[in-house]
């Protein structure tokens, strides 16, 4: 492994650690430092590094077998994942409220929607980075579009089982157990949760596809 | 039933052809240069567009490029 390849590692180690502590520290401060803005600050510094470190060595981070639409699978998942804890912290938040919200303003989603802004910028940014040189026409091809196809599959499947889950669920559990579940806003919020795993599912396969191409 | 599988010659016809490079092969075919090392390595099957297109740009013929074998 490169020196180059080293320090991505580190970086990645470090983004995850602070996109950790953005999502997960608690409020009051620790021997008063904010973790949770700490983690932010450095999630945004480790990201910013690792992509001017990728557009000055794309090569030598990932191996050249990795196509552009590969490395995207594997930042997608990366950022799916954020999406997903930030998404499973964010109902932990609702469940935790005394009352159960009512009405949108009642959704402690401030705090949520700024990280999940945060992460999808990140990914939008990574997401370009990852294109390589403008001279390097060609980013998806048969090859690529086939992959996709395959992983695309894979995430309707998933939802469909998700959607069967669900209608079992509504079936035979009795209403009573369900009815925390079943109000408007936390219902639509798990549908935006399945809409999550699906995508989460889809990226996972493409790198699996890839992966097993090579095998 | 005997299962029978495409193989190929490009890396050969690739480097009797001046040492052509993938990267090259890639951009005279419009594919990417993972897709070469793919077909190269006999991990991909490609279509029949493309596999036309990789016999053009190593001046072949396609059946010298391309057989389709009984595996081993």
């Known amino acids: ?215 | 039933m005997t299962e029978f599988a495409v193989s190929n010659q490009i890396r050969q016809h690739r480097l009797a052809r001046a040492e052509m490079t993938q990267a090259e092969l890639a951009r005279l075919c419009g594919v990417t240069r993972q897709t070469i090392i793919a077909l190269e390595a006999g991990k991909y099957s490609p279509s029949l567009e493309l596999a036309f297109k990789l016999a053009r740009a190593l001046g072949r013929n396609l059946d010298e490029v391309f057989r389709y074998e009984e595996q081993k």
């Open chain 1, 1 to 215: 492994m490169s020196s180059i390849a080293r320090w991505a590692w580190v970086l990645l180690v470090l983004e995850l650690l602070g996109a950790m502590a953005g999502l997960f520290a608690p409020h009051e401060r620790v021997w008063g430092i904010d973790l949770g803005a700490t983690g932010t600050v450095v999630f945004g510094f480790a990201l910013w590094v690792g992509a001017w470190l990728f557009a000055r060595h794309p090569d030598a981070i990932f191996p050249p077998e990795w196509s552009i639409a590969e490395r995207r699978g594997w930042a997608g998942l990366l950022f799916l994942t954020l999406v997903f804890l930030n998404f499973a912290r964010f109902m932990g938040a609702i469940a935790d409220l005394d009352i159960p919200p009512v009405s949108m303003r009642e959704l402690p989603s401030r705090h949520f929607l700024s990280n999940l802004f945060v992460i999808l910028i990140a990914w939008a940014v990574v997401a370009d980075t990852l294109r390589g040189p403008k001279s390097e026409l060609v980013e998806l091809d048969e090859r690529d579009l086939r992959m996709q196809r395959l992983a695309d599959h894979a995430g309707d499947w998933a939802l469909t089982l998700a959607v069967i889950a669900v209608v079992l669920l509504l079936a035979f559990v009795p209403a009573q157990r369900l009815a925390w579940w079943l109000m408007p806003l936390i219902a639509a919020n798990m549908l935006i949760g399945l809409l999550i795993g699906r995508s989460f599912v889809e990226h996972a396969s493409l790198v699996m596809l890839y992966a097993r191409e090579r095998r």
